[in-house]
């Protein structure tokens, strides 16, 4: 169990996350955007060599699994906040054992023990 201190410490430290990967999400869904042609009196960008046409579209597609996994993290924020308010945050969403406070220093948004997310990866 967590104590108060320390709660309110990893409540801090995910509160900055969340201002962070908002602020990148935010970036991300931008260039993302300009990257297809997007916004208001933009002209579109027409490459005639297939290899820039390729070269265009591993580029979105990259930043489009960044701004996946940055908006997947983002949203792991919000239900560890969530968690804090309503007294489940540490525990473990398989096992519902503690999760150790080292994994929760190093990523306050984790939902699973060290055990139970290898278990999962593997």
């Not at 999400?25 to 820039?52: K, M, N, Q």
């Amino acid at each position: 169990m967590l104590s108060k201190k320390k709660l309110a410490k990893l409540e801090k430290m995910l509160r900055e996350l969340e201002r962070r990967y908002a602020k990148e999400l935010e970036s991300l869904a931008s260039s993302l955007e300009r990257s297809e042609g997007g916004g208001e009196g933009s002209l579109p960008t027409y490459t005639y060599h297939i290899a820039d046409v390729g070269t265009d579209v591993a580029q979105r597609e990259e930043q489009s699994i960044v701004t996946t996994t940055v908006y997947n993290i983002l949203r792991d924020i919000e239900l560890a906040l969530t968690k804090i308010r309503e007294g489940g945050y540490g525990i473990c969403e398989k096992c519902g054992k503690d999760i150790s406070e080292d994994r929760l220093e190093a990523m306050p948004y984790a939902r699973l023990c060290l055990e139970c997310k290898r278990e999962e990866e593997r």
